[in-house]
């Protein structure tokens, strides 16, 4: 990701909105920057690219989850779904799904197998613009919320588009934080869809893009990354410039919590350094690897916490961190 060519565009000022939705924006951002800063980038920084490829998860009649709710959300945007996305593959669904299918030279069977999905991809390219697109020379604002999958866009202040996302698996969780977009790529890379919108998350190169495995959105399924539909990130690419803020909220754990020894590395490990120092029980740089000290640190909280004194975060100790 780090050797290839990206296009770049010409920054946009930044300025505070004076209405009242948008000073509420500014007061997220503001609160954000001072409570969970990023911690600086370190020496070394390592690759970080998204899967190119995963096999779907086929789905059965009842089967329930938020990739079937992504799944009726983009029936209904192409017309053959109707109803609120209940996240359930019941009847309805099955039928929407073999409509789909007839109309686009498949075999009925009412499964979202991988080339029904591709079809719908590219069903939702084909497909021309809807609603209004923002005001030119407006700024943007990009909300990533975790616990819901879901990104907001804001034109003016105000919410103008909400997109379904896929976001970083166990183990590899995407960062919260408030970052800016700082490069963008119209050029297409398997695995990785048809934009490039990168951010200046430290440690690794995290992105904005979107995905050839479109049935992955509504899940944890990137390296990291916030995944998009393609025909969503290319909408998405025309009104970003380098400097639009993104921020992610939320608990990047999802759907489960890790458990973290001594030895553990990664972002969990540096949420919780960077958690454990703003409330004054860590002193060290955020760095992502639980040493001695990290121990020291998590052993002091689970103390005054009345808690087992071992060095271990575990459930119980991610929920009394905030998470």
């Known amino acids: ?143 990533v919320d975790t616990r819901s999958l879901t990104m907001t866009v804001f034109s003016r202040g105000q919410p103008i588009r909400q997109y379904p996302v896929a976001l970083g698996k166990p183990g590899s969780e995407t960062p919260l934080g408030l970052w800016k977009i700082v490069d963008k790529s119209d050029e297409y890379v398997p695995g990785m869809g048809p934009r490039w919108m990168g951010l200046n998350i430290p440690k690794g190169t995290y992105g904005i893009h979107g995905t050839d495995s479109p049935w992955s959105i509504g899940t ?19 009104w970003v410039s380098e400097g639009t803020p993104v921020l992610v909220l939320g608990n990047p754990f999802l759907p489960q919590y890790p458990v973290l020894y001594q030895g553990s590395c990664g972002t969990a490990v540096q949420e919780v350094q960077r958690t454990l120092k703003r409330l004054g029980y860590y002193n060290q740089k955020p760095d992502g690897i639980f040493g001695p000290q990290t121990a020291e640190a998590v052993e002091l909280f689970r103390k005054k916490h009345v808690l087992e004194e071992k060095p271990v975060v575990d459930e119980e100790l991610w929920r009394l961190l905030g998470f």
């Not at 019941?90 to 039928?95: A, G, H, K, R, V």
């Not at 399924?221 to 909408?235: F, I, K, T, W």
């Open 220 to 238: 944890f399924a990137s390296a990291g990354c916030v995944r998009l539909h393609n025909a969503h990130v290319v909408e998405l690419y025309d």
């Open 1 to 143: 990701m780090g050797g290839e060519k990206r296009g770049k565009i010409k920054n946009d000022s930044l300025t505070c909105p004076v209405i009242c939705m948008r000073r509420c924006i500014c007061l997220i951002i503001l609160s954000f920057l001072l409570l969970c800063r990023p911690a600086c980038t370190p020496a070394l920084v390592r690759a970080h690219e998204c899967g190119s490829y995963e096999q779907p998860r086929l789905t059965t009649p009842f089967h329930q989850g938020r990739d079937i709710a992504n799944l009726q959300q983009c029936l209904s945007s192409l017309g053959y779904f109707r109803g609120p996305a209940s996240g359930l593959y019941d009847e309805t669904t099955i039928q929407a799904v073999e409509r789909f299918q007839k109309d686009h030279g498949l075999p009925p069977t009412g499964v979202a197998d991988v080339s029904t999905w591709q079809s719908i991809s590219q069903a939702m390219l084909a497909r021309p613009d809807q609603g209004a697109p923002p005001s030119p020379g407006h700024d943007l604002f990009i909300l």
